[in-house]
């Protein structure tokens, strides 16, 4: 296994994260034709690279191989805005290493919980990383569940591998 670092995405890689953003987001067969309808859906806004809410996973060499972007709504509570993997990445650790280290820092800013709307192919993923379902929604492409995961600012704070517990 390729050990995966997570720094704040920098300027320098907006191409690396709208590619990743594309290739993911198309390596979804059932999500494919409809997103290749709306090609609008495939460009990743970079808004928050500049004010500091993307953080990246990079292997060794420095390649950008995954990125995870949050929003702060009220300061108690984070919203995963975006979690995408480089396909070939996938399935390696990438997106629980991302998830761990947002849980640590989210754990450190006194951050209460961390929601996301998570589309069915994300479902499995965030219920293994400690989510549970507390609501649903209509997207653009359709109903989607609104999943949480409560931390308690000790507990994320000291351990990074809070999202590693099953609940």
């Not at 809410?53 to 949050?70: L, S």
């Not at 000790?154 to 591998?161: I, K, Q």
Request: hydrophobic share 45%.
């Amino acid at each position: 296994m390729t050990a995966i670092n997570v720094r704040s995405a920098l300027a320098g890689d907006l191409p690396a994260l709208r590619r990743i953003f594309r290739r993911a987001s198309l390596s979804n067969a059932g999500d494919r034709v409809v997103l290749l309808a709306h090609p609008d859906a495939l460009e990743w806004p970079d808004s928050g690279v500049a004010d500091g809410r993307t953080r990246v996973a990079i292997t060794a060499d420095g390649t950008v191989v995954g990125f995870i972007a949050g929003l702060s709504t009220d300061g108690s509570v984070l919203e995963v805005v975006d979690l995408f993997v480089d396909p070939d990445w996938m399935r390696k650790g990438v997106a629980r290493r991302l998830m761990g280290d947002l849980v640590q820092t989210a754990g450190l800013a006194g951050v209460a919980r961390i929601e996301v709307t998570a589309n069915p192919h994300a479902d499995g993923f965030y219920r293994s990383a400690g989510f549970a379902v507390f609501d649903e929604c209509e997207t653009r492409f359709g109903p989607a569940a609104r999943m949480q995961l409560l931390l308690s600012a000790p507990a994320a704070a000291a351990s990074p591998h809070t999202a590693d517990r099953h609940d």
